[in-house]
């Protein structure tokens, strides 16, 4: 037989395991990072307005959230609302560098699973 031979599966399985939890948080913190969501939201009124001429429009994500805001009844209440986006942010920060961690060790754990003695 002449197969490739697996010397650790064990930490081939990790490895595969950290690789998809390091993919799920990298897109969790992209779809809940506010900086990137105003970035793009910036980027698409400009190219909207250089393409058609028309004053520039509030993006449906980011006006959804600005509704969400305005909607409640008391200043408390905004303040809440705003400062859980605000906390889901700094959130997203720490979850998108300790997804990122996450992939390169599951990286490394497939390959040494793969190839170390």
């Given amino acids: 037989m002449g197969g490739i031979s697996i010397l650790h599966p064990a930490w081939l399985a990790l490895g595969i395991v950290m690789i998809a939890a390091g ?3 990298i ?5 809940n990072n506010m900086a990137s969501a105003i970035a793009g939201a910036t980027a698409d009124a400009a190219f909207k307005a250089v393409r058609h001429g028309a004053a520039p429009e509030v993006p449906a994500g ?3 959230r600005l509704d969400e805001v305005r909607a409640e009844q008391s200043t408390t209440g905004k303040a809440k609302k705003i ?3 605000g906390i889901r942010h700094a959130m ?3 979850f998108g560098v300790i997804g990122f961690f ?6 490394m754990l497939v390959v040494l699973g793969l190839f170390y003695p």
């Fill in 102 to 107: 996450a992939l390169i060790i599951g990286l």
């Fill in 92 to 94: 997203s920060q720490l």
């Fill in 83 to 85: 400062a859980g986006y």
């Fill in 62 to 64: 980011i006006k959804a």
């Fill in 27 to 31: 897109r969790w913190a992209n779809r």
């Fill in 23 to 25: 993919i799920w948080l």
